[in-house]
């Protein structure tokens, strides 16, 4: 079988609310070259049929099935069955937009430099109305900045595709660090390569209560940056 470019990966956990819409965003991307990787990590609600309902439609669809461990810990079995050269990240509750893949792919292909790349968002509420939009900043020392000035990710987790073999390299996600797994992840990639954003929201970014997204984020991490 001959490997896709890009594997989508979703981890999901209680999701059946807002899951049809993310999966739907991603199967009617204008890029058809990929495969879309649903991690259930031990739901208890209706997420299993849903994923296996649309699996059962389009082939692209990899559903594996595990207990409940943690979102770090489904994000790394996900790498390790990455059959694509990209890995693009989306969480069960947001919605990329149909040509986010696209345009993404056609801007690395251009900077093959680059080892990951973010997008702007529109943040939206559970009912998808509009908040706000977020860009982001787009070169390299720009988000370096960021990300040891403010202790936080420049841009959401959803919306990046990053360098499968350099994520392997540098042993994926830290479980130790897990609701802050994204940005301690892009420190350590943004040591051995260069890391860009998109100022183009690609993606529509869900806030709600249960979200990821909603948390407060505060640690002190890692002094060990010091970048070109």
């Not at 649903?38 to 082939?59: C, E, Q, V």
């Not at 420049?154 to 073999?165: C, D, G, L, N, Q």
């Not at 992840?185 to 970014?205: D, V």
Request: glycine share 6%; with cysteine.
């Amino acid at each position: 079988m001959i490997a896709p470019i890009i594997s989508v990966l979703t981890p999901v956990l209680n999701a059946a609310k807002f899951l049809p819409e993310a999966i739907e965003s991603i199967l009617g991307q204008t890029f058809k070259d990929f495969e879309f990787i649903l991690i259930d990590d031990g739901s208890t609600d209706n997420t299993l049929n849903i994923i296996s309902s649309y699996a059962a439609k389009d082939d692209r669809i990899i559903l594996i099935e595990k207990k409940n461990t943690g979102l770090t810990d489904s994000l790394n079995v996900g790498i390790r069955k990455a059959r694509g050269k990209l890995i693009a990240r989306m969480d069960a509750d947001d919605v990329s937009f149909p040509e986010r893949l696209e345009k993404q792919i056609a801007y690395l292909r251009k900077r093959p430099d680059v080892i990951l790349l973010g997008t702007g968002c529109i943040e939206v509420d559970e009912f998808g109305r509009k908040i706000k939009q977020h860009r982001y900043p787009a070169e390299h020392k720009s988000l370096v900045k960021h990300l040891v000035e403010k202790v936080g990710s420049p841009f959401p987790h959803s919306s990046v595709i990053y360098k499968t073999e350099t994520v392997r390299q540098i042993d994926g996600y830290r479980d130790r660090l897990n609701d802050v797994e994204d940005f301690d992840l892009w420190l350590r990639m943004s040591l051995i390569g260069k890391i860009r954003c998109l100022s183009e929201p690609l993606i529509r970014l869900r806030k709600h209560a249960a979200s990821i997204t909603a948390r407060g984020e505060k640690l002190v991490i890692l002094s060990y940056v010091g970048h070109s």
